[in-house]
């Protein structure tokens, strides 16, 4: 873990650019526009007076603009101040600032802008003087979402050691796990760094990282704890019950890892680098706190002998509960003993009824009017888009067209042939006519069409439409010899979505036909991995239903603090898929392994089911909820995406550690009887009953405390 942090810190992150997700027609736009090798665009600042109250005393304004001007041209982060401009409506005065350098580093160097903004701003307490672009834009959010970050980080482990000083009653045995899961986020952290290098990092590794690394290092190392801990309850040895440990809980926590890895990797299939870069981040985040389970945590408990109890809790640690005997969990589990065919239908019916409304489900990329209004700049950025609604920040659709070197009179014709027929066109912003930059050598166009409205708008969605499919095939489309394509936010919007609808099937099918195979081998049992299948496809479909009646509508805007747009994150269905099906897996292969090792014994499979689940249920419920309380530490960030991938993350395993493991998964069981463990011949390998034989041999050897219990 050292070195991967020290190693990391030196090779520093290679960071996604936008040119790394690009796919179809944008990359098509994109491939013509690096021909023309235009200059790169400048960051683009955008200064904007208007009044507090009141009218706006536009000559006041005009000599407030004149000052600001002088004050800008005056620093070397500047190349150009343009003339200010009135707003039709004379509310508003606008001046443009274009920043020297690359825009790619705008935001480090944004500064000085803001600064001299903030000092013009003081002589007029009557006017507002503020700033907004893409450079202070883009220094906000990292602002934000360091802040953010950190909260989550601070947050996150006091919460999850108090859970554990509940589960366990002492601080060692509670401050194992966090130490751990601390250890598996900050080893793929640096090995996230190395891998920038193959797989540019996009902007959400880091907080993917946090997220799965806090879930499962806890988890695993709460099943391997618990596991230990309850063998020593029942009088044996100190390393006896760490290797007892290893060979149940540790053979769970690595089939459960590899079935989260495998899960992840189908992201690969999606083609998109934010899709591969978190892919990459989550499984090398797993695979370091399933490294760590095994090797240094059996250590760490070697090491420490009945230490780890030290030192205890007032009223917490003076007994140590065994698991087997809680009578909270048997009644809850009794209907589905007593009544599986019903306590099955009533509970997937519910299930089902609460996924109904991802039916509904309304897809989007959030945009800046998306992001909380807490946020200065983005109130800036709302009067600006009101007073200036073709500003550069607003929405614009830009069209790259390539032809040949006699080409060129004929393509300009065709602009304004364009530019003719949006004239009048609600759909298209009517205060400024489309603009046009021509290559050097005259062989590529980029015209920019600005629309009204927001990027994700019906005026938005349409005029690209109808660019795509009416006005380009009929001005430009008629010229040979001459490729075009439309870029631009809508564009990207709207292909992301139709990416992400292609992508679907794919990884629903890998992640399907591998965890299948995973199940298959670890329980050798063609009926089990089904139903490992169609059970977490249950939890997931209903923490989409939830997904949506929280988001989509507004009962729950002031509850978690953001404003509804009607839609969820168009990325988050099937990122969250993928992240469900890997960590429910957790519970699932830990209680299913209990169920089969009472069966090994020789005990029926109505009693080991009970046994089975009664004797986990508290080591998935503390699990659980440290999940639970982590995910839901993410619905309290600023950034929407967030609070989705929260709220989803953090109500489908509530529902997966109680209602599935506890009511869906024993009433299932319940009624396949001994075909649970159905499999066929060439499969099955030994009859059970000789499994069973050589478990019950070596269960009377462990408790009569042989040399060979070990």
Not at 398 to 422: F, M, S, Y
Not at 633 to 657: H, M
Not at 678 to 695: E, I, K, T, Y
Request: charged share 15%; hydrophobic share 50%; aromatic share 6%.
């Amino acid at each position: 873990m050292v070195a991967s942090v020290v190693g990391g810190s030196l090779a520093g992150t290679v960071k996604a650019t936008t040119q790394d997700s690009l796919h179809g027609e944008l990359a098509r736009a994109d491939r013509i526009e690096q021909a023309g090798a235009f200059p790169e665009a400048p960051a683009a600042e955008s200064v904007l007076i208007t009044a507090r109250a009141g009218d706006l005393d536009v000559q006041r304004a005009q000599a407030v603009a004149a000052d600001l001007s002088a004050q800008m041209r005056a620093l070397p982060e500047v190349a150009k101040v343009a003339d200010p401009v009135t707003s039709l409506n004379r509310d508003a005065v606008l001046v443009e600032v274009e920043m020297t350098g690359s825009a790619n580093d705008a935001d480090a160097r944004v500064g000085p802008l803001l600064a001299a903004t903030a000092q013009a701003q003081q002589p007029y307490p009557d006017l507002w003087v503020e700033q907004v672009g893409s450079a202070s834009l883009a220094k906000a959010l990292t602002e934000t979402l360091a802040a953010d970050f950190v909260k989550a980080e601070l947050i996150s482990v006091p919460i999850a050691l108090v859970i554990l000083l509940f589960s366990f009653g002492a601080l060692i045995a509670a401050g194992v796990p966090v130490v751990l899961a601390l250890s598996a986020v900050a080893g793929a952290m640096g090995l996230a760094q190395f891998a920038s290098h193959i797989l540019p990092a996009g902007e959400l590794v880091s907080s993917i990282i946090l997220l799965i690394g806090m879930a499962v290092g806890v988890d695993y190392s709460l099943f391997y704890l618990r596991r230990e801990r309850e063998e020593r309850a029942r009088g044996r040895d100190h390393r006896s019950a760490v290797e007892i440990a290893a060979a149940t809980s540790g053979h769970a926590v690595l089939v459960s890892g590899v079935v989260v890895m495998v899960a992840m990797a189908s992201l690969f299939l999606v083609g998109d680098n934010t899709f591969s870069s978190m892919a990459t981040g989550s499984i090398l985040v797993v695979g370091v706190a399933v490294t760590g389970s095994l090797t240094v945590l059996p250590a760490i408990l070697v090491t420490l002998g009945r230490w780890v109890d030290r030192p205890r809790v007032p009223f917490l640690g003076r007994r140590i509960q065994r698991a087997e005997h809680s009578r909270f969990w048997a009644a809850v589990l009794r209907p589905a003993l007593r009544a599986p065919l019903a306590t099955f239908v009533l509970s997937v019916g519910a299930l089902v009824i609460v996924a109904i409304p991802a039916l509904d489900m309304n897809l989007k990329r959030p945009t800046a009017t998306d992001l909380p209004r807490s946020i200065p700049i983005l109130r800036t950025y709302d009067r600006l888009a009101q007073a200036f609604p073709s500003n550069d920040l607003g929405t614009s659709h830009v069209i790259a067209i390539r032809t040949d070197a006699a080409g060129g009179p004929t393509v300009k014709r065709e602009i304004a042939a364009l530019a003719a027929r949006i004239t009048g066109d609600s759909r298209f912003a009517q205060d400024r006519p489309p603009t046009v930059r021509r290559s050097a050598d005259g062989t590529v166009f980029l015209a920019t069409v600005r629309v009204a409205g927001a990027s994700d708008s019906s005026e938005a969605t349409q005029s690209l439409r109808r660019l795509r499919t009416v006005l380009l095939p009929q001005t430009v489309g008629t010229i040979p010899d001459t490729e075009w394509a439309v870029g631009g936010r809508t564009a990207s919007d709207a292909d992301f979505r139709d990416r992400m609808a292609a992508a679907l099937p794919p990884v629903v099918a890998f992640v399907f036909g591998m965890t299948f195979l995973v199940m298959l081998v670890t329980f050798r049992s063609v009926v089990v991995a089904l139903t490992s299948i169609l059970l977490n496809t249950i939890s997931v479909a209903a923490s989409y239903g939830l997904l949506v009646l929280v988001f989509q509508h507004t009962w729950a805007e002031e509850l978690l603090g953001f404003t509804s747009n009607g839609a969820v994150v168009s990325w988050l269905p099937l990122m969250l898929f993928v992240i469900l099906f890997g960590l429910s897996m957790d519970y699932h292969v830990f209680v299913v392994s209990r169920i089969r090792e009472a069966v090994q014994r020789g005990v029926s499979t109505r009693q080991a089911i009970e046994q089975g689940i009664v004797s986990s249920a508290s080591t998935v419920s503390s699990a659980a909820i440290i999940m639970v309380a982590v995910f839901c530490i993410f619905a309290t960030l600023s950034i929407v995406e967030f609070k989705q991938l929260g709220v989803g993350l953090a109500a489908a395993i509530l529902i997966d550690a109680t209602v599935i493991r506890a009511v869906v998964l024993p009433s299932l069981m319940r009624l396949l009887g001994e075909a649970n463990w159905w499999a066929p011949r060439f499969l099955a390998g030994r009859s059970r009953n000789d499994v069973m034989q050589r478990n019950g041999e070596a269960d009377t050897q462990v408790s009569s405390g042989s040399p060979s219990s070990s």
